[in-house]
């Protein structure tokens, strides 16, 4: 996972601060995806993992709601 995370972090890094100052006949933009995914791609994996969240948080306080109602059924 740590190895991942580096190459996330080293490619990013590379795509975001680096490749805007290379020319755009280089070889090397051919291993990159256009600039503007570069906001885009980070808002989404943001928006999926709120949403991945609060679905978890739903679930769990749908549940213990659910506890609570058969104890007090069961007193």
Request: glycine letters at 6%; charged letters at 15%.
């Amino acid at each position: 996972m740590l190895a991942v995370a580096a190459f996330v972090f080293s490619y990013y890094t590379t795509w975001v601060f680096v490749l805007p100052f290379v020319d755009d006949a280089s070889p090397i933009n051919k291993f990159f995806l256009p600039r503007d995914y570069a906001i885009k791609l980070p808002f989404l994996l943001l928006l999926i993992a709120g949403l991945g969240v609060g679905t978890f948080i739903g679930k769990v306080l749908i549940k213990n709601l659910q506890k609570q109602k058969s104890k007090k059924k069961a007193q």
